[in-house]
């Protein structure tokens, strides 16, 4: 499989997580979330670590490099203790890898001394960093966990420990579904289930925020950021980076529509790049964070009315409902013609009646200042 994502052209690739604990997994091991009739949108999954023996993961380790001398190889390692963490960086780094991805922060691991646990102590973070560093001269990311609420704490002890740069988000401990009938978790396993990673696009905005929130701490604003977490187009690939990111990395993506989204990166990153005159990448590294405020900071003093293009609307209602019942009444709706209309004596410009359209005929439109407030440019 690795072989395959640098054919495809995939620029480097990072190796299932290894260890000393051969993992011994479950079936089935997966669950999904899905929106009406589209793919599925949050992805469960219930795997551990690589469960070949350690020996088996460095020999592929080492003919990948052989074979693909001029991609980039990153071993992900996981360790119980101290001198676990320092001998299989050792191994790692005999084996040819080019970097180390310290993986503290698995949510599903059976054992406590291995994965999301520890990735919610600073201090074993630091420690085992130094322990990797100890082990190997080879460049470190340490995996975050998203399974936390201030990130940076936990990224400052991973720099203080040596590492020379962070890897987030990984997968959010989570239950998707249960069977109404049988009253279980899914995936069953013989009658139970577990609480276990979650990931794909529904975790995007998550993993958005963290990055945004590292990039901006004043102590990492230049640590080198690998944004992971439901990243599938050129789109996501772009806030990513935008919001700080500098490399990026993707799973739940190949799992569900392959290698090849590669190729649709590449090429919508290129036009865009080319659209807003850069000249590589690294130059919109982080550009959108100007723009992130804190909430008393916003621009509290306009509304934007909903503009409706009945030439699109099909009549459905939907505008119509969600603002009756979730929203200010203001959406008034005419049985006769089947079209909406927005009754702006009511409208507070939530836009909830844009979100839920399903042919995307709302937009922004007129904007109105508030009673007793200087009218200026507003960017919308």
């Known amino acids: 499989m690795c072989a395959k994502a640098y054919d495809t052209g995939w620029?480097?690739?990072?190796?299932?997580?290894?260890?000393?604990?051969?993992a011994n997994e479950v079936s089935p091991?997966?669950?999904?979330?899905?929106?009406?009739?589209?793919?599925?949108?949050?992805?469960?999954?219930?795997?551990?670590?690589?469960?070949?023996?350690?020996?088996?993961n460095l020999t592929a380790l080492r003919r990948l490099k052989?074979?693909?001398?001029?991609?980039?190889?990153?071993?992900?390692?996981?360790?119980?203790?101290?001198?676990q963490w320092?001998?299989?960086?050792?191994?790692?780094q005999e084996a040819s890898a080019d970097m180390i991805e310290c993986n503290f922060s698995c949510p599903q691991m059976t054992s406590h001394a291995m994965g999301s646990d520890v990735g919610q102590?600073?201090?074993?973070?630091?420690?085992?960093?130094?322990?990797?560093?100890?082990?190997?001269?080879?460049?470190?990311?340490?995996?975050?966990?998203?399974?936390?609420?201030d990130m940076c704490e936990v990224a400052l002890a991973a720099k203080r420990g040596g590492a020379d740069g962070i890897a987030a988000?990984?997968?959010?401990?989570?239950?998707?579904?249960?069977?109404?009938?049988?009253k279980i978790g899914m995936p069953i396993v013989n009658g139970k289930s577990s609480i276990s990673g979650y990931s794909g696009k529904a975790v995007k905005p998550i993993a958005l925020r963290f990055i945004q929130q590292m990039r901006t701490h004043p102590e990492l604003r230049d640590f080198p950021i690998s944004g992971i977490g439901g990243i599938e187009t050129w789109e996501d690939a772009a806030e990513f980076l935008?919001?700080?990111?500098?490399?990026?990395?993707?799973?739940?993506?190949?799992?569900?529509?392959?290698?090849?989204?590669?190729?649709?990166?590449?090429?919508?990153?290129?036009?865009?790049?080319?659209?807003?005159?850069?000249?590589?990448?690294?130059?919109?590294?982080?550009?959108?964070?100007?723009?992130?405020?804190?909430?008393?900071?916003?621009?509290?003093?306009?509304?934007?009315?909903?503009?409706?293009?009945?030439?699109?609307?099909?009549?459905?209602?939907?505008c119509y409902i969600s603002c009756y019942?979730?929203?200010?009444?203001?959406?008034?709706?005419?049985?006769?013609?089947?079209?909406?209309?927005?009754?702006?004596?009511?409208?507070?410009?939530c836009l909830l009646c844009g979100h839920v359209c399903p042919v995307g005929c709302i937009e922004l439109g007129e904007v109105k200042f508030k009673k007793g407030e200087k009218e200026h440019p507003v960017t919308l």
């Open 11 to 22: 620029g480097g690739v990072v190796f299932k997580t290894i260890g000393f604990f051969i």
């Open 29 to 56: 091991r997966f669950d999904h979330l899905v929106k009406e009739d589209t793919g599925f949108i949050g992805f469960k999954n219930m795997e551990q670590i690589a469960e070949h023996p350690l020996e088996e």
């Open 66 to 83: 052989e074979d693909y001398p001029d991609k980039v190889l990153i071993a992900s390692i996981m360790g119980e203790n101290e001198q």
């Open 86 to 92: 320092e001998e299989l960086a050792r191994l790692v």
């Open 121 to 149: 102590s600073p201090e074993l973070v630091e420690k085992y960093c130094r322990a990797v560093k100890r082990g190997s001269t080879l460049p470190m990311l340490a995996k975050m966990t998203p399974n936390i609420g």
């Open 169 to 182: 988000i990984n997968t959010v401990k989570s239950i998707t579904n249960i069977d109404l009938n049988q």
């Open 242 to 318: 935008l919001l700080g990111a500098a490399t990026l990395q993707v799973t739940t993506g190949i799992m569900q529509y392959g290698y090849r989204i590669v190729e649709d990166m590449a090429s919508g990153l290129s036009h865009y790049l080319a659209d807003q005159g850069f000249d590589s990448l690294q130059e919109m590294v982080g550009l959108a964070n100007n723009n992130i405020v804190p909430a008393e900071d916003l621009d509290r003093s306009y509304i934007v009315y909903p503009r409706i293009n009945l030439d699109k609307c099909v009549g459905c209602g939907r």
């Open 325 to 349: 019942d979730g929203g200010h009444q203001a959406m008034e709706w005419s049985e006769k013609t089947r079209t909406p209309h927005c009754n702006t004596e009511k409208c507070v410009g």
